[in-house]
């Protein structure tokens, strides 16, 4: 299982949220490069990197955070935030990013991220397949959609796609643990995707069991911040 830790900007800066709520912001690191060069030294391979400015301004913002992490690490960035349209893909790929993850546009306008992977292939464009209760939020988490997770991901699987980003949104950032039940049936009913679990990674027994539950990756954002899991913790999956 691949260890994916998250850097989320806002203002240039490595910030979490608690929910996607803006209101509940932690800042902490004024030099994502810097924390993401932490991350390589202890042998991490691959970043998410969220552009949250972006996803408010619905075109993304912070392309040169993006760049500079690109150019002075070897880490593979998948980046989302903003994207909206093919030249802000393109655009993100130009910066340095290896994959986009597309997250509400997937839902709003399956047509077009249909296209991106016919454009550039399943390997570089990742679904954000992010949900509360089982079902598909979007517009940065504001709003439930009427799919369930599982038809999203089917539809999408059917439509050539293979990576599914897995956020429960309900409990991203409070450090409560993922939804391990969830993730045991989607891995059940739909054994072709590639799922990564992200939202809730706490402990380094979280990150054990989503491994043995059969998760792709585990994207880990606060717990790192916070200390609760360790990067010489997870050099066993590195």
């Keep these: 299982m691949e260890i994916i830790p998250a850097i989320d900007l806002i203002g240039g800066q490595c910030v979490r949220l608690t929910e996607g709520d803006f209101a509940q912001q932690t800042t902490y690191d004024a030099d994502p490069l810097a924390v993401a060069q932490r991350f ?12 949250l400015d972006g996803a408010r301004a619905r075109q993304p913002v912070n392309l040169p955070v993006l760049e500079r992490i690109a150019r002075h690490t070897s880490l593979v960035i998948d980046f989302g935030g903003g994207l909206q349209s093919e030249e802000a893909v393109r655009s993100a790929f130009a910066a340095g990013a290896a994959q986009i993850t597309a997250g509400s546009i997937a839902v709003r306008e399956p047509a077009t991220v249909q296209q991106w992977l016919q454009e550039f292939g399943a390997e570089r464009i990742l ?5 509360r209760d089982n079902h598909i939020s979007i ?15 089917q539809d999408y699987l059917n439509a050539g796609a293979t990576t599914f980003v ?7 950032g409070k450090l409560q643990g993922p939804s391990v039940a969830t993730y045991r049936e989607l891995r059940q009913q739909l054994p072709a995707a590639r799922l990564v ?5 706490t402990t380094l027994a979280d990150v054990e069991v989503l491994a043995e539950v059969g ?6 954002g606060k717990a790192i911040y916070e200390g609760t899991i360790t990067l010489q913790q997870l050099q066993k999956f590195l």
């Design 40 to 51: 390589e030294a202890a042998g991490v391979k691959r970043l998410h990197l969220v552009d």
């Design 127 to 131: 679904l954000g397949a992010d949900f």
């Design 139 to 153: 517009n940065a988490w504001a709003e439930q959609s009427e799919r369930t997770v599982a038809e999203f991901i």
């Design 166 to 172: 897995c956020t429960d949104v309900s409990k991203d």
């Design 197 to 201: 679990a992200s939202g809730g990674v």
């Design 215 to 220: 998760m792709h990756g585990a994207i880990i």
